[in-house]
């Protein structure tokens, strides 16, 4: 799909000034720089992707519904990369929107180790910690936590409740 970037190879290193890019995805922007070490900096906006064509990406079937808009910043050399991520996720399907998603993580071995997380569901903060290993097919082990949060809204139905899953 149509991508617009420009970037400047010096001393080893690439510094891409920017690029944009759009799709069945969504669209996307950013910035940064990857060093003669390794090391990369770099930040991409996504705004309305789509996370079912963004599923099919690693398969046959969505893995998920809904629209993200997130801004992500990775800075560090390879394993060791550090990974921020704030944004909001719109479900859908009567699911209220998540607000207010702010995420670090390290990225270490082929393991994304969420090392803070949180958000707001229906305007109450909730805490989300855990990793995700894509060398062991993608094995997900998270927990949230909360307190009030809107788990589910229509026009006839409103339904809040306490939240400890993992």
Known sequence: ???????????GALTIEGFEASGPM????????????????ATVRGRTVDLS????????????AGRLTADLSVSGAGEEADVR???????GGGLPPVE??????????????????????????????????????????LSLKGDHLLLY?????LLRGDADLR
């Not at 799909?1 to 001393?11: A, F, K, Q, S, Y």
């Not at 803070?116 to 109450?124: F, K, P, Y």
């Open 1 to 11: 799909p149509p991508w617009l970037g420009r970037g400047i190879p010096e001393d």
């Open 26 to 41: 969504g669209a996307f922007a950013g910035e940064g720089a990857l060093g003669p070490d390794g090391r990369m900096e």
């Open 53 to 64: 064509a963004f599923g099919l990406l690693f398969g046959d079937e969505p893995i998920a």
């Open 85 to 91: 991520a704030i944004g909001r996720l719109e479900p």
């Open 100 to 141: 207010a998603v702010e995420l670090r993580a390290r990225w270490s071995a082929g393991t994304l180790e969420i090392v803070e997380g949180g958000g707001r569901l229906g305007g109450s903060a909730f805490r989300l910690s855990g990793r995700v290993d894509l060398q062991e097919a993608g094995r997900t082990d």
């Open 153 to 157: 809204r229509t026009e006839e139905t």
